[in-house]
């Protein structure tokens, strides 16, 4: 049984397919036109990973630097809006601004994780701008991170950290009613060659009302055992696959 739900953002028809990063299989990861893709197949939640620039603009953005994406060994937070704006990744795509995204999709539920501490005052000042705390999930790989969005935000849907998520495996383990403020665990199949999401941790976690929600699986048949494990939601790079994989199990919900 799935855990009831307490974060609006979660609130939604069969299981929540994540369109990591926008996905890359059509066009290059965190770009517009990989977010279209993603929406035009009918994906309502998509991944990105923001960054700030110099002067406090909010970035959908991956990496620390732009070596892998734009050929430069560059700090992306070294850089001012107008020298990023005027940079392309691979095809002549734009580096997106998450106000422009939060605009050009708004429909759509976005999972960010704030990459780095200069963009957390960045963020939160954009979204209480544009309102949108409704509209999001924030993660990250600092549990510090999380709490200080949600310092300024309130309590707006927050998944694990990587304390959180080593907390909940153990209490998972050894069947401790523990109790957690985050709507989802998003976690990979497997940590330091721990096992991570198996269905006895997926019904613990329905158990203290958390949704699980696992990244990223781009395999068919992971994809299957994940859903036999009874996850809530998946995130992946390619989004035709695990969309076939959902309709085809009566699980693409309305509206994705």
């Known amino acids: 049984m799935r855990p009831k739900v307490e974060y609006a953002y979660l609130d939604h028809d069969g299981v929540l397919a994540f369109a990591h990063r926008g996905g890359d299989r059509v066009a290059p990861e965190n770009t517009v036109a990989a977010f279209q893709d993603a929406v035009d197949q009918g994906y309502r939640y998509l991944e990105t990973d923001v960054h700030a620039s110099a002067d406090g603009v909010v970035y959908a953005f991956h990496d620390d630097d732009l070596q892998r994406m734009v050929g430069e060994p560059v700090a992306i937070s070294t850089l001012h809006a107008k020298q990023i704006d005027a940079l392309r990744v691979a095809g002549g795509h734009a580096i997106p601004r998450m106000a422009d995204l939060f605009e050009a999709f708004p429909d759509a539920r976005f999972n960010i994780d704030a990459k780095a501490w200069p963009v957390v005052e960045p963020l939160c000042d954009l979204v209480q701008k544009t309102k949108t705390e409704a509209r999001i999930c924030i993660g990250s790989f ?27 495996r153990l209490a998972s383990l050894a069947r401790l009613p523990v109790s957690f403020t985050q709507g989802a665990g998003q976690l990979p199949m497997r940590q330091f060659g721990v096992p991570m999401v198996t269905k006895a941790s997926v019904a613990y976690a329905h158990k203290c009302g958390m949704q699980v929600h696992v990244w990223t699986i781009n395999c068919e048949s992971t994809m299957h055992k994940l859903l036999d494990m009874g996850v809530d939601g998946v995130m992946t790079d390619d989004c035709a696959l695990l969309k076939k994989v959902l309709v085809a199990r009566n699980l693409w919900g309305a509206g994705h």
Do not use: N, T
């Not at 991170?145 to 950290?161: E, F, K, W, Y």
């Open 142 to 168: 600092s549990d510090a991170r999380i709490q200080a969005v949600r310092a300024r935000l309130g309590d707006v849907c927050h998944s694990l950290g990587p304390k959180g998520a080593l907390r909940f």
